[in-house]
Each structure stands twice: as structure tokens, then as C-alpha cells.
């Protein structure tokens, strides 16, 4: 069966940090790509960065470029988010999802949703001011 589990939401102020984390099981890390989304109060979907299974490469949304790092652990399937200098524009709820390569780049690259095979149920990220 196929899993993802996020964890690592919480309650922060401005300017603070949090460190989501997504364990994977089920299927092989190397043939997806691991995005993570984010899902404000009264907005759509978007795309925020994902890695590349296979290789590590990364990608970011502008929105995140400088502030948000993504990053791997093979040996223990979970992939994880380092947020910094986080802003309220930031809130929502974080999802894990993996899917095909080029689609998830593409649509973290635009910010955009996009239909992923797996999703996980998400964690909560509130940032206050």
C-alpha cells in the first residue's frame, strides 16, 4: 500500500522556521518525483517544490526561492521541507504528493496544482504576525 505521511506543521511567527518531513512507503523513491504542495484558506492548490527521486535535482516556486529548502534521505524514504523567514502568505495546508517527473516540475515551476499519483493528507502550517 502506498504511503505518504507528513508531519512537522505547527504554529509560528513571522520570521520563524518549521521543518515539514514526508515519509514515503509503498513504492521506489527513484521512479517519482516528491513535490510538496500547499493549499491556503479560500485559494487553490499550488505548487511549492519538489526533488527528483532519482538524481536530487530540485525545484522551487518563486514564491519560495531563497527561504525554503527540499531535501532527501533515501535510506529512510522521507523527504523534508526547511522553511525560513516564513510570512503569513505562507499558511495552509502543506501536502505531500508524488507524480510524474516533467508535470511536477512543471507545475511547481508555475506555482499551479497538478494531478499527482499519490497524496498524503497534509499538516498544517500557520504562520502569525
Known amino acids: 500500500e502506498v504511503q505518504l505521511v507528513e508531519s512537522g506543521g505547527g504554529l509560528v511567527q513571522v520570521g520563524g522556521s518549521l521543518r515539514l518531513s514526508c515519509a514515503a512507503s509503498?513504492?521506489?523513491?527513484?521512479?517519482?518525483?516528491i513535490g510538496w504542495f500547499r493549499q491556503a484558506p479560500g485559494k487553490e492548490r499550488e505548487g511549492v517544490s519538489c526533488?527528483?527521486?532519482?538524481?536530487?535535482?530540485?525545484y522551487y516556486a518563486n514564491s519560495v526561492k531563497g527561504r525554503f529548502t527540499i531535501s532527501r534521505d533515501s535510506a529512510r524514504n522521507t523527504v523534508y521541507l526547511q522553511m525560513v523567514n516564513l510570512k503569513p502568505e505562507d499558511t495552509g495546508v502543506y501536502y505531500c504528493?508524488?507524480?510524474?517527473?516533467?508535470?511536477?516540475?512543471?507545475?511547481?515551476?508555475?506555482?499551479?496544482?497538478?494531478?499527482?499519483?499519490?497524496w498524503g493528507e497534509g499538516t498544517l502550517v500557520t504562520v502569525s504576525s
Open positions: 504528493a508524488a507524480g510524474d517527473p516533467l508535470q511536477t516540475i512543471v507545475a511547481i515551476a508555475s506555482g499551479t496544482d497538478s494531478d499527482m499519483d499519490y
Open positions: 509503498g513504492f521506489s523513491f527513484d521512479d517519482y518525483v
Open positions: 526533488i527528483n527521486g532519482r538524481d536530487g535535482r530540485t
